[in-house]
Antibody, heavy 119, light 110 residues
Framework: QVQLVQSGAEVKKPGASVTLSCKAS????TSWYIHWVRQAPGQGPE????????????TYSQNFQGRVTMTRDTSTSTVYMEMNSLKVDDTAVYYC????????????WGQGTLVTVSS | QSALTQPASVSGSPGQSITISCTGT?????????VSWYQQCPGKAPKLIIY???TRPSGVSSRFSGSRSGYTASLTISGLQAEDEANYYC??????????FGGGTKLTVL
């Protein structure tokens, strides 16, 4: 079955960087886009950006431009999301999600990775 | 870009119908029919229930339906059941390969 498995929880200090991974299985990796969405405690989801696994092209939300980098390794069907200059407000659950091009069908979602930023 | 606007909470009794609105702008819901809806239970990842305005993935109950008019999309749940109690989020395409979510609505089944 289609599955996205994310890396484990992280605890970081303000100013640090974090890299999260998302390993896809059960489908052709290059046929679907991977988006990253985060959700702060008690808040709605926030779209961060998208990566096209075929060529690696990315689009980022203006809210994260310059602070987030998404990459992929096609040999392992894994997508990575690096965020730098972490702030306390970046504490959230980060999800990777598979989305078909031009459909808006965000499905399935990874299990989520909790990133805690605290001094 | 600000989040799509949803009511913070709605409630209904079992068997009733409820509607959750999701208001955007001329840059998203107003011009793109790419609205999706998600159900999220506490501690879980969001689950897709409607996409492309009014299409249900296989396995999602026909009690869930979506619509769109002008800058507002709506999710209707008919025949409300206790298991429908959850948070619901809308999402829309916003052009230039970007997407935007709503702030969420907590549904309480009385």
């Amino acid at each position: 079955q289609v599955q996205l498995v994310q890396s484990g929880a992280e605890v970081k200090k303000p100013g640090a960087s974090v890299t999260l991974s998302c390993k896809a299985s059960g489908y052709t990796f290059t046929s679907w886009y991977i988006h990253w969405v985060r959700q702060a405690p008690g808040q709605g989801p926030e779209w961060m950006g998208v990566l096209n696994p075929t060529g690696g092209a990315t689009t980022y939300s203006q809210n994260f431009q310059g602070r987030v980098t998404m990459t992929r390794d096609t040999s392992t069907s894994t997508v990575y999301m690096e965020m730098n200059s972490l702030k306390v407000d970046d504490t959230a659950v980060y999800y990777c999600v598979r989305v078909g091009a031009s459909t808006g069908r965000f499905d399935p979602w990874g299990q989520g990775t909790l990133v805690t930023v605290s001094s | 870009q600000s989040a799509l606007t949803q009511p913070a909470s709605v409630s209904g009794s079992p068997g009733q119908s409820i509607t959750i609105s999701c208001t955007g702008t001329s840059n998203d819901i107003g011009i793109y029919n790419l609205v999706s809806w998600y159900q999220q239970c506490p501690g879980k990842a969001p689950k897709l229930i409607i996409y492309e305005g009014n299409t249900r993935p296989s396995g999602v109950s026909s009690r869930f339906s979506g619509s769109r008019s002008g800058y507002t999309a709506s999710l209707t749940i008919s025949g409300l059941q206790a298991e429908d109690e959850a948070n619901y989020y809308c999402c829309s395409y916003a052009g230039s390969d970007t997407w935007i979510f709503g702030g969420g609505t907590k549904l309480t089944v009385l």
